[in-house]
């Protein structure tokens, strides 16, 4: 009996390491302002530090203290673990993007924070 429960504890405790893995998505390249042109922003999917491809990933970015309403983003996947969108931005400054992705039937969100800057 304590052998039959500790097969099963520890096939448990295996099944519950495997899977485990995350997807990290991280800012990768901030966009820039430029006026009324839009910039390259590009985020990184990784996991275990690899590069995940083949995800759909789209965001809300929102200006952290000050209100000039949302701008969805869908980012375009490069293969290499990089994801690549074109957005104009109103102003340079602190911002937030609430990106959500799939991955494998799976929702994955991350909450990103990044400062833009001028050119």
């Known amino acids: 009996m304590k052998k039959r429960f500790f097969i099963i504890v520890l096939a448990m405790f295996v099944m519950s390491g495997c ?7 991280t800012v990768e390249q901030a966009p820039v302002y430029e006026g009324e ?4 922003f590009i985020v990184k999917a990784t996991e275990a530090d690899e590069g995940v491809s083949g995800l759909t990933i789209q965001a809300t970015l929102e200006m952290a203290k000050m209100d000039h309403g949302v701008i969805e983003v869908t980012f375009i996947d490069n293969g290499d673990g990089t994801y690549t969108s074109d957005v104009e931005l109103p102003m340079a ?9 799939d991955h494998n039937g799976k929702e994955i969100e991350e909450v990103l924070t990044f400062d833009v800057k001028e050119r």
Request: aromatic letters at 4%; glycine letters at 10%; charged letters at 30%.
């Open 93 to 101: 400054g602190e911002w937030i993007a609430d990106v959500r992705a």
């Open 19 to 25: 899977g485990a893995s995350k997807v990290d998505i």
């Open 37 to 40: 042109s839009s910039s390259e």
